[in-house]
């Protein structure tokens, strides 16, 4: 289960709203080993696609050093769908390598018509996928 505060949902929907009608990505790091995401850093798709994206390999090696030295780890690695639901894709299932984390997807296909973003979370290991609850606090 995910627990997550509502700032930091909201945050990540601003920010798949902003990127749209390309994918918005970033990282909610946490105190190493706490399962608490703390701190939401917001990455540049380097990718810039309405289907796909791509980590910057520079900024994300130097969000890594960030986290190893304030003892944190990526408790969700988020990325947004512009077209599909909250769904990990094929290739969102072979990118996922952090087996601890949480992958919360955002799609933001309805907001075109008025509609509100979808976010779901989910826990991919040895290429399987499980949806798991979300937690809302204050």
């Excluded at 850093?41 to 190893?68: H, I, R």
């Amino acid at each position: 289960m995910l627990t997550i505060t509502k700032a930091l949902r909201d945050a990540v929907i601003a920010h798949a709203r902003r990127d749209h009608p390309d994918e918005a990505c970033g990282i909610i790091a946490g105190p190493e080993g706490s399962d608490t995401p703390t701190r939401l850093v917001e990455m540049v798709n380097a990718a810039s696609s309405p289907t796909f994206y791509e980590f910057d390999s520079t900024e994300l090696l130097t969000l890594y050093k960030q986290m190893w030295a304030a003892d944190e780890e990526p408790v969700v690695i988020y990325h947004s769908h512009t077209a599909t639901e909250a769904y990990p894709s094929r290739t969102d299932i072979g990118l996922a390598s952090e087996p601890g984390a949480h992958y919360v997807l955002v799609s933001t296909r309805d907001l075109d018509d008025g509609g509100e973003a979808e976010f779901r979370s989910f826990r991919i290991v040895d290429g399987v996928v499980t949806e798991e609850e979300i937690t809302f606090t204050d």
